[in-house]
């Protein structure tokens, strides 16, 4: 009898136990999206972001003024934002901001990196640093001098409603927050896919009434128009979508002169065709500088690749395929072996090795959206051969998509 209770309270036991961790297992917040208004939706997988704590940082000098605006750690990566108001710096800029090593052990110097000067005398300087590994906390050098930045990770969420008011079409979600300019209520627009279609601008074109403002590089629009106060809602008729998805190889024959072909691909669900290749002799004005500081315009031939759409998404124009022309190079490690007596290749690698790219988007809609063929154009100067076999790579495919987003601000 003993040992019966004592099973019977052992059961009682183990099934409360279980009880307790199924509830707290149901309490748990799943947190589907990783976000920040200074990084917009984070999409990739691997670690989470991380922010600067209290940004902005304003360090007073006896000459001016230095803002730290904002620093993000993505994937190894460090970028900074630094502002110098009134401050005097040397024409050579490239050391102006440092971050310290991981180990605090030295300073390193950015491996990209860019600036803009204001007309009141503000100098912006915007960096990248390789940094493996997230942390707590930031060391910069400015100027020579160290300041210490607290780092936190960017918010997780279980909702788009936890965020700001949203709309989601087709898995593509915009998301809008209010910010306030002194006494003017202005929004700001974060756009989440659940494709290889990202939103990458709001309005009928590219750049229309939105600005790309995203320490991070990618897309988050801010509203340039008047004090939205007064508006009831907003309703957001077009948007424009990107696809960076990785494209396979598309191998290529290039005649003499022109040649039509029947060559598909695939952009997510999107099927395109390349049916014509074309050579034409004469046609690629480049300037070449001469000796004396003038330059001369030269000619040289243009391969012309023509791509029709097949049968894309529906409501969606593609305006611009960016595209690059080059050959695949294989190594190898050749290896002795003794069990055979032969040699034999191994460590084999394929790179893709650049040529040429159409450095611009060939528009192809007409004022209806009814034109339905792109030409991608890659030119060759007098001293460069045109291959007769090469290797196309699809960089980027931008379309119009016809979509209502409503939104009700009241």
Known sequence: MMKKTGCKSLLLVTLVMVLGLLTSCSETAVYRYRFSPATGFQEEDGDIW?????????????????????????????????EFDNIELDEDTSDVVRIYTEDQSKTQRSHSGGLSIEENATTNIRNEF?????????????????????????????????????????GRTIVLQKEYNGDIEKLKAYTYSEDVWKITSIGDLPTLDWGISRLTGG???????????????????NVCIVSEEDVPLIPLDIPENDMEVDIPFYVGEDCYHITEIRVVHGTYAYTVGDTDETSTTKYGDEVLIKIEPVAIEENTE???IKATLGTEKTSGVWVYSS??????????????????????????????????????????????????????RIDRVSKFWKQNYHFDLK
Do not use: C
């Open 50 to 82: 991380y922010e600067m704590s209290d940004a902005p940082m304003v360090i007073q000098k006896e000459e001016g003024t230095i803002t730290i605006k904002n620093i993000i750690w993505k994937e190894k990566t460090v970028i900074t934002e630094v």
């Open 130 to 170: 390789t940094y493996k590994y997230p942390a707590d906390e930031i060391a910069l050098d400015i100027l020579g001098e160290k300041y210490t930045v607290k780092m936190q990770p960017i918010g997780q969420y279980e909702d788009f409603e936890d965020i700001g008011m949203h709309q989601t079409h087709s």
């Open 219 to 237: 897309y988050v629009m801010e509203y340039l128009g008047n004090d939205v106060a007064d508006l009831d809602s907003i309703d957001v008729d």
């Open 318 to 320: 593609v305006f611009g």
């Open 339 to 392: 069990q055979t007596g032969e040699s034999e290749v191994r460590n084999v690698e394929t790179a893709f090795i650049p040529m040429k790219d159409n450095l611009f988007n060939q528009y192809f809609l007409d004022n209806n959206y009814q034109t339905t063929e792109t030409i991608i154009r890659l030119g060759f100067t007098d001293r460069e051969e045109i291959p007769e076999k090469a290797m196309l």
